[in-house]
């Protein structure tokens, strides 16, 4: 089983039923979402400061 994959730049952890996805946020942060028993998706909400940035995973 793959535990790692990369989507829209954010790295994914998949265990057990568990989803993580990380994702660069601002110039030094990374925005953390996770869920257990369904697929993390993208619901258009934004944190006030940061943005995405651009990173190498």
């Known amino acids: 089983m793959k535990y790692?994959?990369?989507k829209d730049g954010s790295l994914l952890f998949r265990n057990?039923?568990?989803?993580v996805m990380l994702?660069?946020?601002g110039a030094d942060s990374?925005?953390?979402r996770a869920r257990i028993l369904s697929d993390?998706?993208?619901d258009g909400f934004r944190?006030?400061?940061?943005g995405l940035a651009q990173r190498e995973l």
């Open 4 to 6: 790692f994959s990369e």
């Open 23 to 25: 994702t660069p946020w």
């Open 47 to 50: 944190l006030a400061a940061g």
């Open 16 to 19: 057990d039923g568990e989803t």
């Open 30 to 32: 990374l925005r953390v």
């Open 40 to 42: 993390i998706e993208y």
